[in-house]
């Protein structure tokens, strides 16, 4: 479990956009986080190819420390990056109604931030990342190769991203009204910022998608990006640039005890 690492720990939710994150191939988001927080955070993480927020709901509870364990290190951020596949066309199974999207989604964050969960942990700062824009003719190819019907519709996957901007727009406002400390909620608009570049000229589809639907190098880059944007920003804390590393360089250690050196436990920001 996630509360018995000696690192705190910055964990991705999602689908295959989140489980092929780990890409050096494709410059994946996960791996850009994981080389920057080396030594300071974990980066964990938890995509599950072909899932929805159907079985998120039920995946994120094990992973999040129940509130009367003891943890040596916490869950300092959150990525929550769901929609692609709820936006298949109701003839897939992986098909999930607009509105019991919605609601999943407020279920995901009431977990974390709602005080009567049981996995309540409000100093987690949740980061929603949004369904990116789909490529239907690379996607329909390659659903041809394999024998099977068109699932995805760019339309139908706009309104999911729609929803989604609209959801995290409300949890935005709310901090801004109340001056939150805690429950804090950031949003990233994947298809609003991919489709800003297209519409500039500035970048096409095969740039951000390498298959339709899966991230290219610069669709990662885009989303590493915006998460660093956030956290330098919103959080300046815990810029890596300012964050100290777990256990001191080699060549300062004692060579004669250097257990007195290395006591590496949770950060304690």
């Known amino acids: 479990m996630l509360q018995h690492t000696s690192f705190d720990s910055f ?14 191939d494709e410059r994946g988001f996960g791996a850009q986080l994981a080389h920057l927080f080396q030594r300071r955070l974990d980066i964990v993480n938890r995509g599950f190819s072909g899932y929805t927020t159907e079985q998120a709901i039920h995946l994120l509870p094990q ?12 869950i300092q951020f959150l990525t929550i990056f769901l929609g692609a596949n709820d936006a298949c066309l109701p003839v897939s199974p992986q098909h999930v109604a607009l509105d019991r999207y919605e609601q999943n989604l407020h279920t995901l964050i009431g977990m974390v931030h709602n005080p009567e969960s049981p996995t309540y942990a409000p100093h987690v700062r949740i980061i929603l990342i949004g369904p990116p824009v789909i490529d239907e003719d690379r996607w329909a190819i ?47 608009d994947t298809w609003g910022l991919m489709m800003a570049e297209i519409d500039a000229g ?5 740039d951000y998608l390498k298959d339709g639907v899966h991230l290219a190098a610069a669709g990662n880059d885009l989303i590493f990006e915006q998460i660093m944007t956030i956290v330098r920003t919103r959080y300046p804390a815990w810029d890596p640039e300012s ?19 290395l006591l590496v436990c949770g950060n304690k920001k």
């Open 202 to 206: 500035r970048r096409d589809l095969n």
């Open 243 to 261: 964050m100290p590393m777990h256990a001191p360089w080699w060549g300062r250690l004692n060579r004669l005890n250097p257990e007195t050196d």
């Open 63 to 74: 992973f999040l420390p129940r509130q009367n364990e003891s943890a040596i290190s916490k």
């Open 142 to 188: 390659r659903r041809k190769e394999r024998a099977m019907a068109m699932d995805r519709d760019k339309d139908v996957t706009r309104a999911y991203a729609e929803r989604f901007l609209k959801l995290g727009r409300q949890y935005q406002q709310r901090n801004v009204e109340h001056a939150l400390e805690h429950h804090q909620v950031d949003v990233v």
């Open 11 to 24: 964990v991705l939710l999602g689908d295959s956009i989140t489980q092929y994150s780990f890409d050096v």
